[in-house]
């Protein structure tokens, strides 16, 4: 007999909670967080309430890219501690009724890796495990716009480098320390495949996939479109979802037994559209648990421009575009539901409202919108204090490799240094990667923190959360209460109202005979409802309020003001 709970997908009630370790704890005063310094904090996880851990990666790297370029799938980088580290990390996480989520990087490896050190050689048989090419017909190979196709890195520059010793370039939709490796090779997949076994077996319960929509290529490698002015491609879709990512994706779940043993996948998508992901993530077969999709976070950029052109975010676009999304997957896909990763800008600056005034007020009611939405929500390290932009002001602050690629490129073109200056301000990853405050006086490590603390950490660390009750911690503590608690929350049917008003998002959650109704000021002035759009609120009963004291009616908003009313 079938048990409910297998139907089910234990995900679903899920709240996720994403440890940069670099930046989470720091056990050994080298200023670089490492896993004993997690180890240490799995009792505030506890207390937070959350279910699940997703490990940015830990594995042997050069740290090119922070560890997002792996040089050794099967060990941990020293930086970060051991295997047996790890191995605690995962039973003190067991113990406490949580599960671990590791970070799996395949679509690339680290150039210091020993499959692409082997792949050097042409005459290697692991040569066709990675990409390479020879000089565009009529070249000289290494000269000017020689690179066998005109696709751009997301780093910045031609995503092919050439090697003098064979003569030949490689491709690396990164940074050229991470050339991408060749799924087309039924080696490689086994290789990787093999590896992911390995990790289950040590008990794992799932994994994080980067790019992984970029892990099927467009054979053969063509050239893309070219925006006017523009030397080089920037057009994702010559390089996202290529025809093989169902069966690879199929391959890899018979392979690694990932419906048997229920493991978690999320897959980080570029250029997914809400269908393509609803075919990734349908119940109906095992391709992918959910999937990051990047729209609602492009929005306040503008499209075409410089890379970060900044562009207000209008309210209405972001509530229309994550409505799309809970219809478009409806209850064949399942959505992730994340505002912050270690890639983005740290919320309350970029879409609440960062002033000591109403920072505290926007943190939580950006987080009662995204949480109590459909599908499984990340709370990023930080996050759930309300954390803020890192507020670096010149180019030298900055360690992330995207963005000092971008600095130099865009000032070499001619952009004046403030406006790069203030794109990365606005939209540089190093602001989700400050330390983690765990007290006014830091508390991340007894040495010299790798990156400086945010200049916030006196106010906004959790010491001072904990302690206060109105704190952004405790209400993302009782967020995640909510979810575990109604099961509204999890199933309930998602409908938008009022899409079109420019400072309130309003929405209902609806099961059966029971309600929920969200509605929240997105402002930081007082805002009215318009009541005629919103269901009556006569036998509702108020769950949670972004305000220590709410007002009887819900005619008038106070700044960033929201609330949870439940009607049955
Ligand atoms: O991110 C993929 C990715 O697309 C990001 O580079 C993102 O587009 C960019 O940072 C936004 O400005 C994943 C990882 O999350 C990221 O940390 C890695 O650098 C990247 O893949 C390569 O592994």
């Keep these: 007999m079938a048990l409910v709970s297998e139907t089910d997908p234990w995900w679903k009630s899920a709240v996720v909670y994403q440890i940069y370790p670099r930046s989470f704890a720091d056990s050994d005063g080298d200023g670089v967080g490492d896993l004993r310094g997690a180890i240490g904090k799995l009792d505030y996880l506890k207390g937070l309430g959350v279910d699940v851990v997703w490990l940015s990666p830990v594995y042997r790297s050069p740290m090119d890219d922070n560890g997002y370029d792996i040089a050794d799938y099967r060990d941990v980088d020293p930086l970060f501690g051991t295997l047996d580290d790890l191995d605690e990390l995962i039973a003190g996480l067991h113990a406490r009724g949580m599960k671990l989520v590791m970070d799996l990087v395949v679509n690339h490896t680290s150039?210091?890796?020993?499959?692409?050190?082997?792949?050097?050689?042409?005459?290697?048989?692991?040569?066709?495990?990675?990409?390479?090419?020879?000089?565009?017909?009529?070249?000289?190979?290494?000269?000017?716009?020689?690179?066998?196709?005109?696709w751009a890195s997301f780093f910045g520059g031609p995503a092919w480098t050439y090697d003098e010793a064979s003569g030949e370039y490689f491709l690396h939709l990164f940074s050229p320390k991470q050339p991408d490796l060749n799924w087309e090779n039924p080696e490689v997949r086994a290789a990787v495949y093999d590896m992911m076994r390995w990790w289950v077996d040590r008990g794992v319960d799932g994994f994080r996939m980067d790019v992984i929509n970029l892990i099927s290529k467009p054979i053969p490698l063509t050239d893309g479109a070219v925006a006017p002015g523009q030397p080089l491609s920037y057009d994702v879709s010559q390089v996202a979802n290529g025809p093989r990512m169902i069966e690879f994706l199929e391959e890899m779940n018979r392979e690694v037994g990932i419906g048997e043993r229920r493991l978690f996948t999320v897959g980080e998508m570029i250029a997914v559209d809400v269908d393509r992901a609803r075919e990734y993530t349908s119940q109906h077969h095992d391709r992918l648990g959910m999937v990051f999709t990047?729209?609602?976070?492009?929005?306040?950029?503008?499209?075409?421009?410089?890379?970060?052109?900044?562009?207000?975010?209008?309210?209405?676009?972001?509530?229309?575009?994550?409505?799309?999304?809970?219809?478009?997957?409806?209850?064949?896909?399942?959505?992730?539901?994340?505002?912050?990763?270690?890639?983005?800008?740290?919320?309350?600056?970029?879409?609440?409202?960062?002033?000591?005034?109403?920072?505290?007020?926007?943190?939580?009611?950006?987080?009662?919108?995204?949480?109590?939405?459909?599908?499984?929500?990340?709370?990023?390290?930080?996050?759930?204090?309300?954390?803020?932009?890192?507020?670096?002001?010149?180019?030298?602050?900055?360690?992330?490799?995207?963005?000092?690629?971008?600095?130099?490129?865009?000032?070499?073109?001619?952009?004046?240094?403030?406006?790069?200056?203030?794109?990365?301000?606005?939209?540089?990853?190093?602001?989700?990667?400050?330390?983690?405050?765990?007290?006014?006086?830091?508390?991340?490590?007894?040495?010299?923190?790798?990156?400086?603390?945010?200049?916030?950490?006196?106010?906004?660390?959790?010491?001072?959360?904990?302690?206060?009750?109105?704190?952004?911690?405790?209400?993302?503590?009782?967020?995640?209460?909510?979810?575990?608690?109604?099961?509204?929350?999890?199933?309930?049917?998602?409908?938008?109202?009022?899409?079109?008003?420019?400072?309130?998002?309003?929405?209902?959650?609806?099961?059966?005979?029971?309600?929920?109704?969200?509605?929240?000021?997105?402002?930081?002035?007082?805002?009215?409802?318009?009541?005629?759009?919103?269901?009556?609120?006569?036998?509702?009963?108020?769950?949670?309020?972004?305000?220590?004291?709410?007002?009887?009616?819900?005619?008038?908003?106070?700044?960033?003001?929201?609330?949870?009313?439940?009607?049955?």
Excluded: C
């Design 111 to 150: 150039d210091e890796h020993a499959w692409f050190q082997e792949s050097r050689d042409p005459s290697s048989v692991k040569r066709d495990w990675y990409f390479w090419r020879p000089a565009r017909e009529g070249f000289e190979p290494g000269a000017q716009g020689a690179e066998p196709t005109n």
């Design 294 to 568: 990047f729209e609602h976070v492009t929005l306040d950029q503008e499209p075409g421009g410089m890379k970060w052109d900044l562009k207000p975010l209008s309210l209405p676009d972001l509530k229309r575009t994550m409505a799309r999304w809970q219809k478009g997957l409806g209850t064949e896909g399942w959505n992730s539901l994340y505002f912050e990763n270690h890639d983005q800008p740290r919320v309350v600056s970029r879409y609440g409202d960062d002033s000591p005034e109403h920072r505290v007020a926007s943190a939580k009611t950006l987080a009662t919108v995204l949480h109590l939405h459909r599908g499984t929500p990340y709370v990023y390290e930080g996050q759930e204090l309300g954390m803020i932009n890192a507020g670096f002001t010149t180019a030298g602050d900055y360690r992330d490799i995207e963005s000092r690629n971008f600095y130099t490129i865009a000032t070499g073109q001619g952009v004046p240094a403030e406006r790069a200056l203030a794109a990365l301000a606005a939209k540089s990853r190093d602001n989700a990667r400050t330390p983690m405050p765990w007290t006014p006086e830091g508390g991340f490590t007894t040495g010299t923190p790798w990156l400086p603390y945010n200049a916030a950490a006196p106010e906004i660390n959790v010491e001072a959360e904990l302690a206060d009750e109105d704190s952004v911690y405790h209400h993302y503590r009782r967020l995640i209460a909510l979810r575990h608690e109604l099961e509204v929350v999890r199933e309930g049917r998602f409908e938008l109202l009022l899409p079109d008003d420019e400072r309130i998002w309003a929405f209902t959650r609806t099961l059966r005979d029971e309600q929920l109704m969200v509605i929240a000021n997105m402002t930081s002035q007082v805002a009215g409802v318009p009541m005629g759009s919103i269901p009556s609120l006569e036998r509702a009963e108020l769950v949670l309020t972004s305000l220590p004291a709410a007002a009887d009616d819900v005619q008038t908003l106070e700044p960033w003001e929201s609330r949870v009313y439940r009607i049955r």
